[in-house]
């Protein structure tokens, strides 16, 4: 069993590589929006919503899946890991031929989906990248199942840094050939092809291996459960894209606003919305090949685990609430120079509780092996989320991506920690969880305080980091002081079984 120190070190590694990938994607979106302006932003997150839709129906779910059998069989030597790999490639490769044979030949029907036709020349040149995702996914799932979290999350960050790299190239004007629009898309494809190609560099460095294609079965069902839900997840992603920007034209705006604002809220305000996702997500990696090998052993060191994650995504939603709901309007004004979707931010920035329960709920349920009803659990979410979508734009406009996001979270986040609480006896001291998001809305208060107290007297930048940082740092200390997130607890357990396990060996 890995100890404290591997798991810290681990979790450590796979947070600085993601916070470094999310700012240098967040840098990007930022350039993308100052040089090319909110339309342009909003007619690429179209083309990337349906894009990540494709990718979604292309068995999405097996990387999971090949992640925790890769660390479940490490235990007994790794003997079928070649064959697993395999297996997974060809299932893979095999599920994106046929989206593309079908996608190409009606792509012609697709500019009467999407209210902006600059969108279908985008996914005509996006689409290919669906061949080098699958390559990627299932290259980099190796990585993950034997915890080799560094290379993990190197060629992570390694993607996004490629392409922002070929983006600016395609993009600037620097190939005469190519609009800048169509830059972002053949910039995305470049990048997605020589990204596969270093990971599969890197993972014959490694030593990894081929084996015979075997146990389809095995590999397939597990997969289906979590792929359907990430299709789900591409199918709103793609109806939010298609149904919102028509919605707003339909109920009075023109079509450049609508493709505008649908950019300010999809590339703006909710790249910062999901900011915390990444610090959840750090840990959500390294957990699922740890609960993977405990599952069958100790549900006390189970019950540990998942208490602590819980109690951790609550502390990292609180941090952003109290950062988000006074200075959502600043941080966007002095980062994209637009205040619309920094009222946006503030506005929503409660359904960061939600989103983070969801995120390392449905993660820990995949970890268990609980496919099918981590998938039922998203599916009740996703329509609520999609009923939503559709009802409320006519009185609350593009806030209805919001409300229906958060009421879908919030359904999937019960279900899921009912079905954990079934599976291993969880949150036994609640009124620490409650106590979490309670501590924040003093300094909700604070911030705001100090907000005023500072703009216009400082320069920005400061003002944003002292008025936030300060009740940052205080929730943290109260958090400390309270002992909400016990990290003892969390560990205590592992570190028990690794000393057992050490004394079995001696002997």
Same mark, same amino acid.
């Given at each position: 069993?890995?100890?404290?120190? *591997?798991?810290?070190?681990?979790?450590?590694?796979?947070?600085?590589?993601?916070?470094?990938?999310? #700012?240098?994607?967040?840098?990007?979106?930022?350039?993308?929006?100052?040089?090319?302006?909110?339309?342009?932003?909003?007619?690429?997150?179209?083309?990337?919503?349906? =894009?990540?839709?494709? &990718?979604?129906?292309?068995?999405?779910?097996?990387?999971?899946?090949?992640?925790?059998?890769?660390?479940?069989?490490?235990?007994?030597?790794?003997?079928?890991?070649?064959?697993?790999?395999?297996?997974? #490639?060809?299932?893979?490769?095999?599920?994106?031929?046929?989206? $593309?044979?079908?996608?190409?030949?009606?792509?012609?029907?697709?500019?009467?989906?999407?209210?902006?036709?600059?969108?279908?020349?985008?996914?005509?040149?996006?689409?290919?990248?669906?061949?080098?995702?699958?390559?990627?996914?299932?290259?980099?799932?190796?990585?993950?199942?034997?915890?080799?979290? #560094?290379?993990?999350?190197?060629?992570?960050?390694?993607?996004?840094?490629?392409?922002?790299?070929?983006?600016?190239?395609?993009?600037?004007? #620097?190939?005469?050939?190519?609009?800048?629009?169509?830059?972002?898309?053949?910039?995305? %494809?470049?990048?997605?092809?020589?990204?596969?190609?270093?990971?599969?560099? %890197?993972?014959?460095?490694?030593?990894?291996?081929?084996?015979?294609?075997?146990?389809?079965?095995?590999?397939?069902?597990?997969?289906?459960?979590?792929?359907?839900?990430?299709?789900?997840?591409?199918?709103?992603?793609?109806?939010?894209?298609?149904?919102?920007?028509?919605?707003?034209?339909?109920?009075?705006?023109?079509?450049?606003?609508?493709?505008?604002?649908?950019?300010?809220?999809?590339?703006?305000?909710?790249?910062?919305?999901?900011?915390?996702?990444?610090?959840?997500?750090?840990?959500?990696?390294?957990?699922?090949?740890?609960?993977?090998?405990?599952?069958?052993?100790?549900?006390?060191?189970?019950?540990?685990?998942?208490?602590?994650?819980?109690?951790?995504?609550?502390?990292?939603?609180?941090?952003?609430?109290?950062?988000?709901?006074?200075?959502?309007?600043?941080?966007?004004?002095?980062?994209?120079?637009?205040?619309?979707?920094?009222? =946006?931010?503030?506005?929503?920035?409660?359904?960061?509780?939600?989103?983070?329960?969801?995120?390392?709920?449905?993660?820990?349920?995949? &970890?268990?092996?609980?496919? +099918?009803?981590?998938?039922?659990?998203?599916?009740?979410?996703?329509?609520?989320?999609?009923?939503?979508?559709?009802? $409320?734009?006519?009185?609350?406009?593009?806030?209805?991506?919001?409300?229906?996001?958060?009421?879908?979270?919030?359904? *999937?986040?019960?279900?899921?920690?009912?079905?954990?609480?079934?599976?291993?006896?969880?949150?036994?001291?609640?009124? +620490?969880?409650?106590?979490?998001?309670?501590?924040?809305?003093?300094?909700?208060?604070?911030?705001?305080?100090?907000?005023?107290?500072?703009?216009?007297?400082?320069?920005?930048?400061?003002?944003?980091?002292?008025?936030?940082?300060?009740?940052?740092?205080?929730?943290?200390?109260?958090?400390?002081?309270?002992?909400?997130?016990?990290?003892?607890?969390?560990?205590?357990?592992?570190?028990?079984?690794?000393?057992?396990?050490?004394?079995? *060996?001696?002997?």
């Amino acid at each position: 069993m890995t100890n404290k120190k *591997s798991i810290f070190k681990s979790v450590a590694v796979v947070t600085a590589f993601s916070v470094a990938t999310r #700012l240098f994607a967040f840098l990007f979106k930022v350039f993308v929006s100052r040089q090319f302006g909110a339309s342009v932003v909003g007619v690429y997150q179209m083309a990337l919503s349906f =894009y990540f839709f494709a &990718s979604a129906v292309a068995l999405s779910g097996l990387p999971t899946v090949i992640s925790r059998k890769i660390a479940e069989d490490e235990k007994t030597g790794g003997e079928n890991v070649p064959s697993l790999i395999s297996t997974a #490639l060809v299932l893979s490769l095999s599920s994106v031929l046929p989206i $593309l044979s079908v996608i190409y030949p009606v792509a012609f029907l697709l500019p009467s989906v999407f209210a902006d036709e600059r969108v279908l020349p985008l996914i005509v040149i996006m689409l290919p990248a669906l061949l080098s995702t699958s390559i990627y996914n299932v290259i980099r799932s190796w990585f993950w199942g034997k915890r080799s979290f #560094l290379a993990f999350s190197f060629t992570e960050m390694l993607e996004e840094v490629l392409r922002i790299t070929f983006t600016l190239i395609f993009s600037l004007g #620097l190939i005469a050939a190519v609009t800048p629009l169509k830059g972002l898309a053949v910039g995305f %494809l470049v990048s997605d092809i020589a990204c596969a190609v270093v990971l599969f560099i %890197l993972f014959l460095i490694k030593k990894g291996k081929f084996g015979r294609i075997k146990d389809v079965p095995a590999v397939l069902k597990p997969s289906l459960p979590i792929t359907a839900m990430r299709v789900f997840g591409g199918v709103i992603g793609a109806f939010t894209a298609i149904v919102i920007p028509v919605l707003l034209i339909k109920y009075g705006m023109e079509k450049s606003d609508a493709s505008a604002t649908f950019g300010r809220v999809t590339g703006m305000a909710m790249p910062l919305l999901m900011a915390p996702t990444t610090l959840t997500g750090a840990l959500s990696v390294v957990l699922i090949p740890e609960i993977a090998t405990i599952k069958h052993d100790d549900k006390s060191a189970m019950s540990a685990r998942i208490d602590g994650s819980i109690n951790f995504a609550i502390i990292i939603a609180a941090l952003f609430t109290i950062l988000y709901i006074p200075l959502g309007k600043e941080i966007t004004t002095f980062v994209f120079k637009d205040e619309f979707s920094g009222v =946006y931010l503030s506005n929503v920035a409660l359904m960061l509780y939600p989103l983070g329960l969801n995120q390392i709920s449905t993660s820990i349920l995949n &970890s268990m092996g609980l496919e +099918k009803k981590s998938f039922f659990n998203y599916a009740v979410g996703a329509a609520i989320l999609m009923i939503l979508t559709l009802a $409320l734009p006519k009185y609350v406009g593009i806030y209805a991506v919001a409300i229906g996001g958060a009421a879908g979270s919030v359904i *999937s986040s019960f279900l899921n920690l009912n079905a954990l609480n079934k599976k291993a006896r969880i949150l036994d001291n609640p009124k +620490k969880t409650a106590l979490a998001i309670l501590l924040s809305f003093p300094l909700v208060a604070l911030t705001c305080l100090l907000k005023n107290l500072l703009f216009f007297k400082i320069p920005p930048f400061f003002a944003i980091a002292i008025s936030g940082g300060i009740p940052m740092l205080l929730y943290l200390a109260a958090c400390v002081a309270f002992r909400i997130f016990d990290i003892t607890r969390f560990y205590k357990t592992t570190r028990k079984k690794s000393l057992k396990k050490r004394d079995k *060996s001696k002997k």
